[in-house]
């Protein structure tokens, strides 16, 4: 498999800077599922030779422990507290710029996303300074919100290397209904949005991890493909774990989930029921959360006489 010509792109520099990034984490992944070699010669290009070797644990829990998370001198996350038992799912609300995807970023092991200070635990291990690919081959794995396009690699490849089967990729692409022409083009390069997102499904439904993250898997997808990828995933994490977020929630008519958080200025605000959460947020906005960060309030209420809004 090749990645190449990052360096003769005529992107903008930040978009190569995301870009490399983007790389760094699929050689990471790459490499915990197997032997991996990379070559550099006088080219900016990569070389990947793999040999896949599954490793699968049995137990998965997520521990957060006041969490504070900078970014470029920013901080972003306060004090953050979380718990994802074994087989739950859970998911994320909150405004734009709340914390959210740094969260998810930093979780996964994303090296610009500095913990200042506080624990992450995985399987009640310390995985608070562990690189990505240690914590990829413990069985974490992500579906990012807007990855960027990589030249060089075919989405087929990219599948049925991660899933260790040459014919995965063609099944898989089938079942989320995504165009079988798309697996021989390179990964992303000129995918809509929707069509960028079923790659990130497709990606990690080959790499079957069973901690999922996923940064609104529901973002620009089209109302038949978001009931056809809600399913997916609902029955994928039967028996998994997973921390999804989601602006609107429309996927949680596909998806059972366990329960559901508010994160407001780098903290969660509130914890729920989701669907009930989701239609007080949809009545009256986050700024009904923003009353428990003021209260203390961990545990929502929820007006029972009022019917819930925007779900049926």
Request: include cysteine; aromatic fraction near 6%.
């Amino acid at each position: 498999m090749y990645i190449g010509n990052l360096g003769k792109s005529k992107r903008k520099p930040h978009e190569n800077q995301s870009q490399v990034r983007y790389v760094l984490y699929l050689q990471n992944i790459l490499f915990t599922m197997g032997h991996v070699t990379l070559m550099q010669n006088t080219s900016p290009a990569i070389h990947i030779e793999l040999q896949i070797v599954h490793t699968r644990e049995t137990f998965r829990m997520l521990r957060i422990e006041n969490l504070t998370v900078g970014v470029a001198g920013k901080t972003i996350t306060r004090n953050l507290s979380l718990e994802v038992g074994k087989g739950e799912v859970h998911i994320l609300f909150g405004p734009n710029g709340s914390g959210k995807s740094t969260l998810i970023k930093t979780i996964i092991g994303f090296s610009d996303y500095k913990v200042l200070s506080g624990k992450i635990y995985f399987n009640d291990k310390d995985i608070t300074a562990m690189l990505i690919n240690e914590r990829a081959k413990l069985g974490v794995g992500v579906a990012f919100q807007s990855p960027p396009s990589i030249r060089g690699v075919k989405l087929r490849d990219m599948i049925n290397n991660l899933s260790g089967r040459n014919d995965e990729a063609k099944g898989l692409a089938t079942k989320l209904n995504f165009p079988l022409e798309f697996l021989g083009r390179e990964l992303n390069v000129d995918f809509s949005g929707g069509e960028v997102k079923r790659s990130e499904i497709l990606q990690l439904l080959a790499q079957r991890p069973d901690f999922l993250l996923l940064d609104e898997p529901d973002s620009g997808v089209d109302v038949e493909n978001l009931e056809r990828i809600g399913r997916i995933l609902n029955d994928f994490l039967d028996g998994r774990t997973g921390l999804m977020i989601t602006h609107m929630g429309h996927i949680l008519k596909y998806v059972n989930a366990t329960k559901a958080h508010v994160i407001i200025n780098g903290t969660i605000a509130c914890s729920g029921e989701p669907l009930k959460l989701l239609s007080q947020i949809l009545h009256e906005g986050y700024g009904w959360c923003e009353k428990c960060l003021v209260t203390g309030r961990w545990d929502c209420t929820w007006n029972q006489n009022r019917p819930m809004k925007g779900l049926s």
